[in-house]
């Protein structure tokens, strides 16, 4: 004996099947969500990070940005230019290669400002070398007559002669207060929460750097791992202070002192602010301690 033809299942049984597998879906991308926004949060707070502060503004950078940012900076100090040259020269980068030493671009570009060697910007060896292609940059930039008071779009147009010229005004904030705290116009600024220290460097590839970028002349200690460095004043100094902090990473740099305040590696996640100590110290000398 034969069936008949199979029953077909109720439609409410059908509605539920499919309400059930909506819920699971749900949680999974509930689920999935949560562990993206654990996964962000972690990195915020235990992955390496540097902050600058200035004129109640706050941005975040890698320690590779806050380093490349340092020399172009250093460089425009060093020149004896306005900060106004930096936050131009530091908006451009930002625009050009996110303040990273790329060695990639749109046909031939390269580096922080993505200059092109058959452009007369030098060798593609030279405009890979962060000094190098700062100082390639400013050269062109103090060519232009009333830089310092035009407008962002146009003074970075005239020495990129970008297809883009507008936005280079998106990155202008940003360079601002990377060029205020850099500079040591406003002191503390910068601060750096790394991981453990790398591998020790040598004292003296610190300050090869540091006359390179700065200009100023360090005296490293008998043991190797402090350099010291006297500038003519307090502003200069926190402009050291800035640098070596924002170099950290590359250099292995543990402690910074300068005046009555003190950046330490080793405070972890409270390391992106410095911290008082005891007792007041010379204003215009830098003590750099390293791993």
Not at 1 to 15: C, E, F, I, V, Y
Not at 168 to 183: C, I, K, M, P
Not at 236 to 255: M, Y
Request: charged share 20%.
């Amino acid at each position: 004996m034969t069936g008949g033809p199979p029953a077909h299942r109720p439609r409410h049984d059908r509605r539920h099947r499919l309400r059930r597998t909506a819920v699971v879906v749900g949680l999974i991308v509930f689920v999935t969500l949560i562990a993206t926004l654990g996964h962000f949060t972690y990195r915020a707070y235990t992955g390496a990070t540097c902050r600058v502060t200035a004129g109640g503004q706050s941005f975040g950078f890698t320690p590779e940005q806050a380093r490349n940012a340092a020399t172009i900076t250093a460089i425009a100090m060093k020149r004896g230019l306005p900060a106004r040259a930096a936050t131009i020269a530091l908006a451009t980068s930002l625009q050009e290669s996110n303040l990273q030493n790329v060695r990639y671009g749109d046909r031939d570009s390269l580096g922080l400002f993505q200059q092109r060697p058959s452009q007369g910007w030098g060798t593609e060896a030279e405009v890979l070398d962060p000094v190098h292609a700062t100082n390639a940059f400013y050269d062109a930039l103090v060519k232009i007559d009333g830089y310092p008071t035009m407008e962002i779009t146009k003074v970075a147009q005239e020495v990129q002669r970008s297809a883009y010229p507008a936005a280079y005004a998106d990155h202008e904030g940003q360079g601002r207060v990377l060029a205020s705290t850099l500079s040591g116009h406003s002191p503390a600024g910068l601060g750096c929460r790394l991981g453990q220290s790398p591998a020790p460097v040598a004292a003296d590839r610190l300050t090869t750097a540091l006359l390179a970028e700065t200009g100023q002349t360090g005296v490293a200690a008998g043991d190797g791992r402090t350099v010291t460095v006297h500038t003519s004043d307090e502003q200069s100094a926190w402009g050291v202070a800035e640098w070596a902090v924002a170099s950290a990473d590359a250099f292995a740099v543990a402690r910074v002192d300068v005046a009555d305040r003190s950046w330490r590696r080793d405070r972890g996640r409270r390391a992106l602010d410095w911290v008082t100590t005891d007792g007041p110290r010379d204003g215009t000398t830098v003590t750099i301690t390293l791993a």
